[in-house]
């Protein structure tokens, strides 16, 4: 009975904690990933997102665009979103895992990417700008 109480105790501080960050205060976190076209001048990025049970389909999005989804994490931590991103000039498909579990789960809620040529940058919420930019996957 004292366990039981101490672990509802304990889920409701984390809960509290979790709220704060944007959630709805239960596991698994609700996450949203949000892309935006950085690729400058009048460049259209085609971006393609899915996961192993989700198909997002493809958007379009001009320049400045951005579009966003949510979504449930896996209570097993195997949550894992990858886009392609194709635009004229770009001379191949490239790919990032936008989310993925491993990785982003403790540190990202409300993950925030933009897509330049030379590769996909994050935004830093300690800099307050896109300035972790990572290579294409090939």
């Known amino acids: 009975m004292i366990v039981n109480v101490i672990f509802l105790l304990c ?8 709220k704060a960050e ?16 950085a690729l400058g001048g009048s460049v259209q990025l085609k971006a ?3 996961s192993k049970d989700d198909d997002l389909g493809v958007r379009v999005l001009g320049p400045g665009q951005d579009f ?6 896996s209570v097993f931590s195997t949550t ?9 000039g770009s001379g191949k498909l490239h790919w990032y895992d936008v989310y993925n579990d491993k990785r982003d789960y ?12 030379f590769g996909i940058c994050e935004f830093n919420v300690q800099t ?5 930019c990572f290579s294409w996957k090939e």
């Open 68 to 73: 966003h989804f949510r979504f449930w994490t």
């Open 11 to 18: 889920i409701g501080i984390i809960n509290d904690v979790v």
């Open 22 to 37: 944007d959630t709805n205060g239960i596991f698994p976190l609700k996450k949203m990933v949000m892309i935006g076209n």
């Open 48 to 50: 393609h997102c899915k």
């Open 80 to 88: 894992l979103f990858k886009c392609s991103f194709e635009w004229p």
């Open 128 to 132: 307050s700008a896109y300035d972790r």
């Open 106 to 117: 403790w540190g990202c809620v409300n993950c925030k990417w933009i897509i330049k040529p």
